[in-house]
């Protein structure tokens, strides 16, 4: 920093004197603790899916899935975080893998969590004994503190994204976690789950469960009906109703039914659609994000990287690092962010440099 004072003997043994004492002075820090704007640790970063599966499917012919490793999981390291196996600061994202006949065993901690799948079917995630089962395109939130376990009854393997709020509970000191049995207990594989059948119907609310959740309760976002309100919002656009955030760009938020804001009170989860030859407009917001590509193909830029991704893939934006997605194709990209942790602390803050184009 600028104005620092002139060394001198004096001033070296009063630096040695702090150190022995665990003191620092403020004035040669401040200019790494208060910047200007924010400054993440973390680098834009993208991983390809066909890697990502590919390794995964090398360990699960390799490495066993039972108590000691909990999950046959491979995280997302953020170059830029030192080789912790955090996607950002506070968030944390891995490819999780199950063989055929498969079972995770049973575990419950305080970090919120969800799983999202790219591709296949035939894995029930199993919460508090009500088996969900696991589809292309679905969101399966899961909040802290609930039993959950896994299991593949079909004859193929499945991968999938976990996502939950690691970093963040492990930096404030809040994590607990306890084993539950070592194999799932109810092993039933039902169209649809306790939790979808009383709470899955749109506006509509069962009268035993009336007070607020911080957590969704809703253990299943199906595919089906976020590909729906996607499809419908560019063409109430293409009516002349203005339905999407910018031109050509359709978006949803999954919300807790009990209050109508996140689905959980760390993370927020998003989908975005964009239709072919549509470019957004560049935004930078406090906080980060993962994204993953679900379907089609798209030129990102994040910061000073630019990467073509293509379904599957997944990349990496960090605190204030400007954000643009450009597609000739058209895509579709599912994202999970820290919002709701910035909004509590009221220290959200975006801005936007200039319009989208066509």
């Not at 395109?137 to 899961?142: A, M, N």
């Not at 009268?207 to 919002?233: C, G, I, N």
Request: proline fraction near 9%.
């Amino acid at each position: 920093m600028a104005s620092q004072p002139e060394t001198t003997p004096e001033l070296d043994r009063l630096y040695a004197r702090l150190g022995e004492e665990s003191l620092v002075p403020l004035w040669c820090e401040i200019g790494d603790l208060m910047p200007a704007t924010p400054r993440s640790a973390a680098l834009p970063h993208r991983w390809s899916w066909d890697s990502l599966s590919a390794m995964a499917a090398q360990a699960g012919a390799l490495v066993p899935v039972g108590r000691g490793g909990e999950r046959r999981a491979l995280a997302l390291a953020n170059p830029g975080l030192g080789g912790r196996p955090f996607a950002t600061p506070t968030l944390w994202a891995a490819i999780q893998y199950l063989n055929p006949g498969e079972d995770a065993p049973v575990h419950r901690h305080t970090q919120n969590a969800f799983r999202f799948v790219v591709e296949g079917e035939g894995v029930w995630t199993v919460v508090d004994g009500d088996p969900v089962a696991m589809r292309r395109g679905d969101f399966l939130p899961q909040g802290g503190w609930h039993w959950h376990g896994h299991l593949n009854t079909s004859d193929a393997p499945m991968a999938w994204i976990d996502g939950l709020d690691i970093p963040f509970a492990y930096a404030i000191d809040s994590t607990f976690f306890e084993f539950g049995p070592d194999h799932v207990g109810d092993v039933g594989t039902p169209e649809r789950s306790r939790s979808e059948r009383l709470w899955g119907h749109p506006g509509l609310r069962p009268l035993t469960h009336l007070a607020p959740s911080p957590k969704t309760p809703l253990l299943a976002y199906r595919w089906e009906h976020t590909d729906r309100a996607l499809r419908e919002q560019l063409e109430l656009e293409a009516e002349g109703y203005p339905a999407t955030p910018e031109p050509g760009h359709a978006a949803v938020r999954f919300t807790n039914p009990t209050t109508g804001e996140d689905v959980m009170p760390t993370l927020r989860t998003q989908f975005h659609r964009l239709a072919p030859g549509t470019a957004t407009a560049e935004r930078r917001e406090v906080g980060s994000a993962v994204f993953q590509v679900f379907e089609g193909s798209a030129r990102v830029t994040v910061g000073d990287s630019a990467w073509d991704v293509d379904r599957g893939d997944l990349f990496v934006v960090p605190s204030w690092q400007a954000l643009t997605i450009a597609t000739e194709s058209g895509i579709d990209l599912f994202e999970f962010t820290d919002a709701p942790i910035h909004e509590r602390l009221d220290l959200a803050r975006a801005g936007a440099t200039h319009g989208s184009t066509r």
